[in-house]
């Protein structure tokens, strides 16, 4: 018998980094499960053609995870329909400048990359988290990165922004034991997006020539996959981390 419990209909989950890659997926994997999405995101034009494909309720919400104050803020600028979270999946992150050797890296990319990929995760977590407690319930899930646990050459700053989410995700994890809250964290390997692009400011040549060169890679849809495995576990089960390689 199968005593996973399914996506209740009509519940609010928030997605960071949803205008693209792996959170446009998770969002529109979310909805195809009859959720009400908040797709958070810096480009509002992206946003509001997904949400208008979306199959369930959605909402557009301009988020720049790097603003402190936009972050800390972002309930109020909800309407209050949709100010019960139930799901926090934080995905937004970048890897500005990154795949180089340290010493040749700019100090305005690694602070970019830090407050983005760290402390505004963090912050999005604290915005959300006390609805949460005061409900007694909810899931927060977030997308780390093979990083979090292994280093590599050429990419310190990347690897310490999600060795910090791993560490931070297992330490309020501990905070949370028994008060209802769930909190996972999905770590993919390499997957295939507008990263790579991203990470060069645009040069697609490059991002496809670094892809070229590996074997294989995961896709949006598997890490989105892999997340809505992890929501619908039954709510005496917390998978708390989930590695994903590609085969």
């Known amino acids: 018998m199968n005593d996973r419990i399914a996506l209740s209909p009509g519940t609010v989950a928030l997605v960071t980094g949803a205008s693209a890659g792996i959170g446009r997926a998770i969002a529109q994997t979310l909805s195809g499960q009859g959720c009400r999405v908040i797709c958070a995101a ?112 050429n990419h310190s700053v990347y690897v310490a922004s999600k060795f910090a989410v791993h560490g931070f995700t297992n330490s309020l994890r501990m905070e949370l034991q028994g008060t209802g809250i769930r909190l996972s964290e999905v770590m993919p390997g390499l997957v295939r997006t507008e990263f790579a692009a991203a990470r060069w400011r645009g040069d697609e040549a490059r991002a496809e020539e670094f892809y070229a060169r590996r074997e294989a890679a995961l896709s949006p849809q598997d890490v989105a996959d892999a997340v809505l495995y992890v929501l619908n576990t039954p709510a005496h089960v917390n998978i708390c981390d989930l590695v994903l390689r590609p085969a």
């Open 42 to 153: 810096r480009r509002r034009d992206r946003l509001e053609a997904l949400v208008e494909a979306m199959p369930n309720p959605a909402f557009a919400l301009a988020l720049d995870i790097a603003d402190g104050k936009s972050v800390d803020g972002l309930l109020d600028r909800l309407p209050p329909e949709w100010r019960q979270i139930d799901i926090l999946v934080n995905n937004a992150g970048h890897d500005l400048g990154g795949r180089q050797a340290f010493h040749l890296r700019d100090p305005d990319d690694m602070a970019a990359v830090m407050e983005t990929n760290a402390t505004g995760m963090m912050r999005a977590t604290l915005a959300v988290l006390p609805g949460m407690q005061s409900r007694g319930k909810g899931h927060i899930v977030t997308i780390g990165s093979v990083n979090g646990v292994e280093w590599t050459a």
